[in-house]
């Protein structure tokens, strides 16, 4: 039997060393990956597309915001600088804002989010500010400011509101979410800014709050969706795949691509916009993948959908489409327990 | 100061005033867009920025609200079909390609390729906001 030569042990030492650290980092990478349910019934059917034509100031342009009350009515933002008010089934009652920097007006409003008293609140992506409105668009007040300190924004972008009024925004530029009061008061911040690491956030578009109070953060460019409990401890997160160390977007039902949001119903089933996919993701409370749908003849420029809601009753997704100018209303089936 | 000593220090004094002409020409020669922007001053210029990648509606606002900030800029305008950025800036603005792919790696992004152009140009968009 030949005798093995040093160099060649030294050689075959190595590449059992590499193939173990590859083993190593696919066996760590893979805990966060989306792991699957069982087989279930849960699917997306498209209902309508709306692109509110007859609201007063024209049909929806590159609409990006939406949230729904608890009356059922939809808000949309988009490009033309306003908030327009439409009925559960797409009539539309209204729309308020304009250009301009003062209250009631906006440079680019972005997120949309309702609180449990039918308030709307709005964040604005280039003045650095959140207002909040009534029902029919009377301004209420307004918070924030440009910067990174305590209670300011660089680029505000998707909002929540709890049960107990509590306003959660993404900042997407200080990567971050932050946490006020409901008389706009700062309360803490959510995540740090990072690319590896639990509670790390880079760029994060999209926030949502359970029943419980857990935060659902959607970290856009670290392609994943991540669960913190109500003070900010890491809890959960699901799409970073694999290759952990140098995040890429998945296209498989495994991962994400840039995940722009996420929504919960009332049995807190999670809806994610995973829009480097064009795709809406349905996930389990822990987070388990159930069922996707495709967003139809999307424009292959533009990442979609945006930003979601969800009906008070968790049948009815709405997604903005904004390469395409519409919103989409789908109907969410939720598995049978 | 004796002769001799200027015949050693006149060769250093004529090469530092050669420096001193070419560090003086430098902007004009690395800056030809600054110089095309002053020829179009009158009525303002516009720049059509390509950025790779431009898919995502939350940075391409990024884009825009970075290059708002520039000194003279009026308007900017993203479309997101053909990967661009297009910044209009008043008369006068003196913004150079260097502010410009500082605000975009500011924003998270490369710029690829920057081209000018007069607000006069026909092919120009609208460069004040309506």
């Not at chain 1, 600088?81 to 301009?100: A, D, I, M």
């Not at chain 1, 918070?143 to 300011?152: A, D, I, L, T, V």
């Not at chain 2, 303002?44 to 939350?58: D, N």
């Not at chain 2, 502010?99 to 000018?116: C, E, M, N, S, Y």
Request: proline share 6%; charged share 20%.
């Amino acid at each position: 039997m030949p005798r093995c030569s040093w160099a060649i042990c030294v050689r075959l030492l190595v590449l059992l060393f590499v193939l173990a650290a590859v083993v190593a980092v696919a066996r760590w990478g893979t805990r966060w990956s989306v792991p699957h349910a069982a087989a279930t019934d849960a699917a997306y059917t498209l209902l309508f597309t709306w692109d509110g034509a007859t609201a007063p100031g024209g049909s929806f342009d590159r609409p990006i915001g939406v949230a729904v009350a608890p009356s059922g009515d939809v808000y949309v933002t988009d490009a033309r600088q306003r908030v327009v008010h439409l009925t559960p089934s797409g009539e539309v009652l209204g729309e308020w804002g304009r250009e301009g920097e003062g209250f009631g007006e906006f440079s680019n409003p972005i997120g949309l989010a309702i609180g449990p008293d039918g308030a709307v609140y709005v964040s604005d992506y280039e003045q650095d500010r959140v207002q909040k409105f009534t029902a029919a668009g009377g301004f209420l007040t307004a918070f924030g400011g440009s910067g990174s300190g305590p209670g300011e924004f660089n680029g505000p972008a998707g909002l929540a509101v709890d049960e107990a009024g509590s306003i959660y925004v993404t900042d997407f530029y200080n990567h971050r979410v932050q946490r006020f009061r409901a008389d706009g008061s700062f309360d803490g911040v959510i995540g740090q800014p990072g690319r590896v690491g639990a509670g790390a956030l880079h760029y994060p578009t999209g926030v949502a709050i359970t029943t419980d109070r857990v935060v659902i953060v959607a970290d856009a460019y670290n392609y994943q969706v991540q669960w913190f409990d109500p003070r900010g401890v890491p809890l959960r997160r699901a799409g970073y795949h694999l290759l952990w160390i140098w995040p890429w977007p998945v296209t498989s039902t495994a991962g994400f691509s840039v995940p722009t949001d996420a929504a919960v119903g009332p049995n807190n089933a999670i809806h994610v916009a995973d829009s480097g996919n064009r795709r809406v993701v349905m996930l389990s409370s822990e987070g388990a993948y159930l069922t996707e749908w495709r967003v139809p003849d999307a424009d292959p420029a533009v990442y979609s959908p945006e930003h979601l809601a969800v009906s008070r009753d968790g049948t009815m997704v709405y997604a903005t489409d904004l390469g395409r100018d519409r919103l989409l209303v789908l109907r969410a089936t939720m598995p049978r327990d | 100061m004796r002769i001799e000593n200027l015949r050693f220090w006149s060769p250093w004094i004529g090469s530092l005033l050669v420096g001193l002409v070419l560090v003086g020409a430098l902007p004009s020669l690395a800056g030809p867009s600054r110089l095309a922007a002053q020829e179009s001053g009158d009525v303002g210029r516009q720049a059509v920025i390509t950025v790779e990648g431009l898919q995502c509606p939350f940075c391409a606002y990024g884009i825009q609200k970075h290059l708002k900030k520039l000194p003279g800029a009026t308007k900017v305008e993203i479309e997101l079909a053909e990967s661009q950025a297009i910044v209009s800036f008043q008369a006068g603005a003196d913004v150079s390609d260097d502010q410009l792919r500082g605000a975009v790696r500011k924003a998270g992004f490369t710029a690829d390729t920057i081209a000018w152009r007069s607000c006069a140009d026909p092919k120009a968009r609208p460069c004040v906001q309506r």
